[in-house]
């Protein structure tokens, strides 16, 4: 194999020709070596700034998961509020319902209690008076159902029965003792 041919010529003065590609090397090995210091200090620098980078990066990642941390807790928090405050308003508004719904019923007794004591004082009232007057005759139905279904509940009594015995009960003892009065007079004139 033949790798390659050179002529060679024959040079006056071979010790300069030497001196030249010794120099020649030399120079070419010095401008190597500054070439390679210069990337190494490059290397070094880019080195240097990619340790500083990688730490900024890792403080960012945990400041971010802190950050993140804190607004989770942060959130955790306006969110429990905002159920406690909406089970406040929805506790609110059932008891405003049932306050609403008791008011109602409250209105609804006193108007039957009203009714009943309107009754009642029609009751005592003479027949003669109940004929002449022609608006309980014209009482709506409806409220008249209401009313009976009322006198029928467990809870309202109706005072007809009891009245009559109070007034029986006061009739016979006002009768005795006049009677025991007369009595007692009446052998008193004899005599």
């Not at 008891?95 to 719904?101: G, L, N």
């Not at 004929?131 to 005072?159: F, T, W």
């Not at 005795?176 to 007369?182: E, I």
Request: net charge neutral.
């Amino acid at each position: 194999f033949r790798l390659g041919s050179l002529k060679l010529q024959e040079v006056p003065n071979p010790a300069e020709v030497v001196k030249e590609l010794i120099g020649y090397c030399l120079d070419s090995l010095g401008k190597l070596q500054a070439k390679t210091e210069h990337l190494q200090r490059e290397n070094e620098k880019l080195f240097s700034n990619w340790s500083d980078v990688e730490k900024r990066l890792e403080k960012c990642v945990e400041a971010k998961e802190k950050l993140e941390a804190d607004l989770y807790s942060r959130f955790v928090l306006v969110l429990n509020e905002k159920k406690a405050k909406i089970r406040n308003l929805q506790k609110l508004l059932s008891e405003a319902k049932e306050s609403a719904v008791d008011a109602k019923c409250a209105r609804d007794s006193i108007a039957t209690t009203q009714m009943v004591i309107k009754r009642e004082n029609d009751y005592d009232a003479s027949t003669d008076e109940e004929s002449e007057n022609p608006a309980r005759a014209s009482l709506p139905s409806a409220l008249e159902r209401r009313d009976s279904s009322l006198l029928g509940s467990p809870d309202i009594v109706d005072p007809a029965p009891r009245r009559k015995r109070r007034q029986r009960t006061a009739n016979s003892a006002g009768t005795g003792a006049k009677v025991a009065a007369y009595e007692a007079e009446q052998p008193a004139q004899e005599k």
